[in-house]
């Protein structure tokens, strides 16, 4: 480990498409103040066309705008997508060609919510290895094609929306960069079909509609999301001689608004604030942390020192938490 890792450059795309609660109460046997009561959401964006890849691209080419960089820098890219382009090959190859990248590794990974997590890893340890200077971190989901829009699936397809982020992290820094400090991940297999989408896989042979749908046990999910965010950002802070009142800013996964109350009571953390993006774009799953990120340092309030904490939890289960530093 001989170079250190930064993020330099942040952004976010999502449809022009907006489906308010409104649009969708009736469909889904609910009212809108049920929705908005039960998760925090007012509306999500939907997709009407376009693919996966094609909304990570708008988010990359934004992101190196923001860096101040050319896409011919790049020489590792990340997708983290549930909803890639086709079954095979991965996403990342499409965004490749499309965002005119050299032709560099490209790699996908299927951490759902904790893709960010994941790949800032791993991006992290190439960028501090010297196996690359620049990676491009890339976070999409369209999700609304694959949700059950009926009463019985009301309460998990109320969630979700489309949208994509990308980060670039580099082993540059500039003015206005975060420094990425540390990332730790766990997961327990024990619970991998409480969250998540069965088909197709070779598991189940699909032979039943419903697999193709989302399905979640809400009370599983919600224990253990708010149980494991606060137990990895207390971990990840703990092995870097951190406290909780030295953060100031809290940056997760936005699953749901109620869960992110809890997580930010549990942490204790007195002086920091919590990024919510899900009331105008509901969970927008892998997407949802790169969107807060670039949602704050767009708001130019994050100064030099700020301690910014990024907890997530996904299907699987897993979960973990990040640490970055303010230059």
Not at 62 to 81: F, K, P, R, S, W
Not at 265 to 284: D, F, M, P, S, Y
Not at 286 to 313: H, Q, Y
Request: proline share 4%; aromatic share 4%.
């Amino acid at each position: 480990m001989t170079q250190t890792a930064y993020i330099v450059g942040t952004a976010k795309a999502v449809p022009p498409n907006v489906v308010t609660n409104e649009d969708l109460a009736t469909r889904l046997g609910l009212s809108p103040a049920q929705i908005f009561k039960s998760s925090g959401i007012r509306s999500r964006h939907w997709a009407d066309e376009g693919t996966t890849s094609s909304l990570a691209v708008a988010a990359l080419r934004n992101a190196l705008a923001d860096a101040q960089t050319h896409v011919t820098n790049i020489d590792y890219l990340i997708c983290g997508t549930m909803t890639p382009d086709r079954f095979v090959p991965g996403t990342a190859s499409a965004i490749q060609k499309q965002a005119g990248l050299r032709e560099v590794p490209s790699l996908d990974i299927r951490a759902a919510c904790c893709n960010a997590l994941y790949a800032l890893q791993v991006a992290g340890a190439l960028v501090s290895s010297g196996i690359a200077n620049n990676v491009g971190i890339c976070l999409a989901e369209i999700q609304s094609r694959y949700l059950d829009i009926s009463p019985e699936a009301g309460q998990l397809s109320m969630l979700f929306g489309d949208g994509a982020s990308a980060i670039i992290v580099s082993s540059a820094p500039k003015q206005g960069a975060l420094e990425l400090v540390d990332v730790l991940l766990a997961t327990d297999g024990s619970y991998v079909d409480d969250l998540g989408v069965r088909s197709p896989g070779t598991e189940f042979r699909n032979e039943c509609r419903a697999d193709y749908f989302p399905r979640m046990n809400g009370q599983s999910v919600i224990l253990q999301a708010s149980r494991r965010m606060v137990a990895a950002s207390r971990a990840v802070l703990e092995r870097n001689q951190l406290k909780p009142d030295e953060v100031r800013w809290i940056v997760p996964h936005q699953a749901n608004a109620n869960l992110l109350a809890q997580v930010a009571r549990g942490l204790a953390a007195a002086n920091a604030e919590v990024v919510i993006v899900i009331e105008e774009l509901g969970n927008t799953s892998s997407a949802s942390m790169g969107i807060a990120l670039d949602t704050l340092r767009s708001s130019k309030r994050v100064e030099a020192g700020d301690i910014l904490l990024l907890p997530a939890f996904a299907a699987g289960f897993t979960w973990g938490a990040a640490i970055c530093r303010a230059r």
